[in-house]
């Protein structure tokens, strides 16, 4: 079988060089010299940012075909540039891969990075490839803002709705397929495919995020990655509030309820992580304004609660009326 | 012994963001939120670059203390904005970190590159710390320019004379005692040292490749990191040029001629790698103004050869007055 060897390092560098090409903006100058060159609009603010994938803990080979790997690992950056209010603008790639890597493995990892790239206007501008031990995918994503227009993690205020856009815990129902390997008795085929593509190919929403910045509408605003309760309090804590969320209102996904039964999809949900859905805080009297975004973007934002001083903590009412402090639950990578 | 599963992924954040403070230029807003929002001067072209180190690969943990791995990882970043003639600004940093680490190597780590970005002035304004199945650290940074100043591989014209900055070799030898584990016979203590020095904690070219970059005297440049043969070649093809070297001329480094002799000290400097100088091209004229340079940064600027038309190939004057063609030899990432 061949093997990365056959191209070498540079011949996946001009593979990804050639995959990337119709993205724009155009580079000044893109792939091939010791750095990127580009041009940015004058007046506006830069965002940063970079997010990696790793084998053995973001994902396992064994089910992760590489197309869908190079989409999730632009997805993740795109994710955190849309919870900013930011348009994605360029990316470096650094790839990490082990010397038997398999050519057609690698070839799909660049063909799903440059169809995320293209899908988005993004432009990969470079990127360092290299043997390592174990597989990685790392993504710098640069993307711009109107100058002072960031939407931050800290500007929630006492009072202020909490939304979420789509629906939560699918990710999360995904993951539990691909590690059971096996379908749970009277589920339907289709919601195990799809609930495993929503774990695989999260769709960042870019639209979303940078409605809500330009708008004004969102007064914080961040990602779900780690989980709707780990996440809530990043957001609380940096705005120095409290929150209390409604549980009957979190929008639950119908693909979570079918595979994991009401009280899985619910933790689900709460606890999942990687929906890659936006949390966001917005002034009370928005309802109108933002039903009226959601409906012409045909993306569901729901109000699931309302930002509080911070003495009252981080609490969810539940289904059976009761008020109960939310504990941060989510994945850690260095678990003690 | 205590792992980084004491402070986790969070408690090892905030302790770059505590150790890369003081970093100028500030950030609109730092370490802590989705991206990072930087400011950027109006008129600036911008750079952009990623470069990437792999246990087992780029270093073995063995002989790499964490404090000289965190601060290789940004050199070699600077070394590629140095080599665009540009000013590096601001770095996200991605740390892939085995969930065995000892607590103490990965503050070392962080020490490491807080403790560069200080010295360059860099900002590191984010980054994603996770587990992996071995260690690696991923920096991209972010560089600024003149518009249009950008020092690229393909401005080389036939007639350009080619230099290079510091001296060639020790990286190498320094790594050939990092292997052996012996002192070679007769070689000096303090020789080992210093070249086990220049291959852990290689110091980047960045105030002599801005000189040569606001001073229009580069007209080609790239950074020595795959060793003179290789890069030469890449700066040519870039340039659609030859080249002829002169061994004689090329500026050996003493380090690499007491440990390695004089022959492996010639192979050293011609396809050792991990120098970090910058080779660059420049018109025949400007012999003084590069003399003048030199004296003035107090960095050795040695002229070692000249470009020619591309149909003459790449070739090098040996010592004994032969003219031999001069094949790309270095490190190549997936070996045939």
Same mark, same amino acid.
Request: hydrophobic share 45%; aromatic share 4%; net charge positive.
């Given at each position: 079988?061949?093997?990365? *060897?056959?191209?070498?390092?540079?011949?996946?560098?001009?593979?990804?060089? !050639?995959?990337?090409?119709?993205?724009?903006?155009?580079?000044?100058?893109?792939?091939?010299?010791?750095?990127?060159?580009?041009?940015?609009?004058?007046?506006?603010?830069?965002?940063?940012?970079?997010?990696?994938?790793?084998?053995?803990?973001?994902?396992?080979?064994?089910?992760?075909?590489?197309?869908?790997?190079?989409?999730?690992?632009?997805?993740?950056?795109?994710?955190?540039?849309?919870?900013?209010?930011?348009?994605?603008?360029?990316?470096?790639?650094?790839?990490?891969?082990?010397?038997?890597?398999?050519?057609?493995?690698?070839?799909?990892?660049? %063909?799903?990075?440059?169809?995320?790239?293209?899908?988005? !206007?993004?432009?990969?501008?470079?990127?360092?490839?290299?043997?390592?031990?174990?597989?990685?995918?790392?993504?710098?994503?640069?993307?711009?803002?109107?100058?002072?227009? @960031?939407?931050?993690?800290?500007?929630?205020?006492?009072?202020?709705?909490?939304?979420?856009?789509?629906?939560?815990?699918?990710?999360?129902?995904?993951?539990?397929?691909?590690? %059971?390997?096996?379908?749970?008795?009277? *589920?339907?085929?289709? *919601?195990?495919? !799809?609930?495993?593509?929503?774990?695989?190919?999260?769709?960042?929403?870019?639209?979303?995020?940078?409605?809500?910045?330009?708008?004004?509408?969102?007064? @914080?605003?961040?990602?779900?990655?780690?989980?709707?309760?780990?996440?809530?309090? %990043?957001?609380?804590?940096?705005?120095?509030?409290? @929150?209390?969320?409604?549980?009957?209102?979190?929008?639950?996904?119908?693909?979570?309820?079918?595979?994991?039964?009401?009280?899985?999809?619910?933790?689900?949900?709460?606890?999942?992580?990687?929906?890659?859905?936006?949390?966001?805080?917005?002034?009370?009297?928005?309802?109108?304004?933002?039903?009226?975004?959601?409906?012409?973007?045909?993306?569901?934002?729901?109000?699931?609660?309302?930002?509080?001083?911070?003495?009252?903590?981080?609490?969810?009412?539940?289904?059976?009326?009761?008020?109960?402090?939310?504990?941060?639950?989510?994945?850690?990578?260095?678990? %003690?």
């Amino acid at each position: 079988m061949a093997t990365l *060897a056959r191209i070498g390092e540079q011949g996946f560098i001009d593979l990804v060089a !050639r995959l990337a090409r119709p993205a724009r903006p155009r580079p000044v100058l893109g792939i091939g010299d010791d750095a990127a060159v580009l041009a940015l609009p004058p007046r506006a603010q830069m965002l940063l940012t970079t997010d990696l994938l790793t084998e053995g803990i973001h994902f396992r080979s064994a089910y992760t075909p590489g197309l869908l790997l190079g989409r999730k690992a632009l997805a993740v950056n795109l994710s955190d540039i849309a919870a900013m209010g930011g348009a994605p603008h360029s990316c470096v790639v650094a790839i990490g891969f082990p010397r038997a890597t398999p050519l057609e493995r690698a070839r799909a990892v660049a %063909r799903g990075l440059g169809a995320q790239a293209r899908r988005h !206007r993004v432009a990969i501008v470079g990127g360092d490839t290299c043997a390592a031990r174990s597989l990685f995918v790392n993504v710098c994503l640069l993307g711009l803002v109107e100058p002072g227009r @960031a939407v931050r993690r800290d500007g929630a205020r006492p009072g202020d709705s909490l939304y979420v856009t789509g629906r939560l815990g699918a990710s999360a129902a995904g993951l539990a397929m691909l590690r %059971r390997r096996r379908r749970p008795r009277g *589920a339907p085929r289709s *919601a195990v495919t !799809r609930a495993v593509r929503a774990h695989l190919d999260p769709v960042p929403r870019v639209t979303a995020g940078r409605a809500l910045g330009v708008t004004g509408l969102a007064t @914080a605003m961040i990602d779900l990655s780690d989980g709707l309760s780990q996440d809530l309090r %990043r957001l609380c804590d940096a705005s120095r509030a409290g @929150a209390l969320l409604e549980e009957a209102a979190i929008p639950v996904s119908p693909l979570a309820l079918s595979l994991l039964g009401a009280a899985g999809a619910r933790r689900a949900a709460l606890e999942g992580g990687e929906d890659y859905e936006l949390l966001f805080a917005s002034r009370p009297g928005h309802q109108p304004l933002i039903d009226h975004l959601a409906r012409r973007i045909r993306l569901p934002m729901t109000r699931i609660g309302q930002v509080l001083p911070r003495r009252q903590g981080i609490r969810i009412l539940t289904r059976d009326g009761r008020y109960r402090d939310l504990p941060p639950r989510g994945f850690e990578h260095f678990p %003690r």
